[in-house]
């Protein structure tokens, strides 16, 4: 009776004692991306914790798919002023719901890409959401609600931002996009109004134009990218200034 029960007991311990290895990275961003396959070419045991995107949000809902989907507004408006590079065109549609399965398709991509890398380095990527237990261990909750306790030698926290709203009253109510639902938009705003100024608000702008919406932008401060040098600024607010220019 008393084996029986030691050895349960044994069982449970091995259970809930972390799994141990060189480097676990909490958040798995460009940063940790890159800090993770190196570590593991180099023979480290390392883990990634991210709770919803392979690579963070560069290669899934911010720097990659923004090009992407400017990249067809910059095409639009090639065809758009097809006649000053001397070829006649009929008139085109855009369909943004073509539009965003192009750029689906490339995250897609890039996210095989991504585990591929994984693989070959030896690193291991883990969705979940993680919590610190103890100094160096950190619990993982998986997708299926069990959970894995890892512990480093070394923990990186590199959990990185999101998009949050300004605090203008009657922002919120209005439920606005934010960069990530502007980016899954399957058809073109009749008219586009952009709260903020900054390089975001105007490269988006720049291509929802370019795709035949009708755009308004709104910034706090008397110049675009109010951040950048002034000549920047003015080159910038002489571009948007012309329509015949999309």
Known sequence: MNSTKNASSAQAR???QPEE?????????T?????AWIFAGEGKQVAVVDRKYIGGSCPNIACLPSKNIIHSAKVAS???RSKEFGIARDDFTIDMSGVRDRKRKMVRGLNDMYMENYRNTGAEFILGTGRFLAPRTVEVTLADGTTRQLRGANVIVSTGTRAALEKIPGLAEAQPLTHIEALELDEIPEHLLVVGGGYVGVELSQAMRRFGSKVTMIDRHGRLMSKEDPDVCEALRSLSSQPARR
């Open 14 to 16: 091995r259970k809930t």
């Open 21 to 29: 290895f060189d480097l676990v990275i909490l958040g798995g961003g």
């Open 31 to 35: 940063g940790s991306t890159i800090a």
């Open 78 to 80: 090639y065809f758009r």
